[in-house]
């Protein structure tokens, strides 16, 4: 029979994010879903998959083994930083948000694998901010409560 | 919202789960395991504590 194992300790990865400079205070947003990063709560996934919205039986918690589905993270550091260098090259510089770069707790159901993890919960653990300004990282500070510095 | 990159936005792309196929690259279906994280706390800032409300001043009897 095999187990799934279990750990107490949260795993921390590597993510990015884009910074959205709202009225209300910074928001972090995911890179691929522009998904919001609520403040001082925990990030759960969900499986968009069309089919599963149409097909209830269809649907499953995510992640899981073998799908695409979780909030996504990377095990090293350089790995995030040369995808933050590749995906903001990427666009036009006229309407380039700022871009948070930093660690991620993760827990719940995980996936783990060579080069990073998909986990069902998350919640930012510490950031490095580009092309930001002071403000901007005070209103990270505040709203969520994690370490910030500008690069 | 700001407009974002059209490279970089998932909305626009339309990213989906299972059939995107597209995802961030952490490694192939075959190299993965799941595993279980419970921690005894959630790793999520406590919640601020609630404005100390001064006592009302009660009023002396004469």
């Known amino acids: 029979m095999s187990r799934t194992p279990t750990s107490i300790e949260p795993v921390l990865g590597w993510r990015i994010w884009h910074v959205d400079p709202t009225p209300g205070g910074p928001r972090l947003r995911s890179w691929a879903h522009s998904t919001e990063w609520p403040a001082g709560q925990k990030v759960e996934a969900h499986c968009r998959s069309i089919l599963g919205l149409a097909l209830p039986a269809w649907s499953h918690a995510a992640p899981r083994k073998g799908h695409a589905c979780g909030v996504y993270a990377l095990r090293d550091r350089a790995a995030a930083e040369t995808m933050l260098h590749e995906l903001g090259e990427a666009g036009p510089a006229f309407n380039r948000l700022p871009a948070a770069l930093g660690r991620v707790s993760l827990w719940g159901r995980v996936v783990e694998n060579v080069a990073g993890w998909r986990a069902q919960f998350a919640y930012p653990y510490d950031l490095v901010l580009f092309g930001a300004d002071d403000e901007i990282a005070a209103g990270l500070r505040r709203d969520y409560a994690v370490d910030v510095a500008l690069a | ?62």
């Open chain 2, 1 to 62: 919202m700001s407009k974002l990159p059209a490279r970089v936005d998932g909305l626009r792309s339309g990213r989906t789960c299972t059939s995107m196929g597209r995802g961030l690259d952490i490694g192939k279906p075959d190299t993965e395991r799941e595993i279980e994280v419970l921690p005894v706390e959630e790793p999520l800032p406590a919640p601020a504590p609630a404005p100390v409300e001064e006592p009302a001043e009660q009023p002396i009897p004469a």
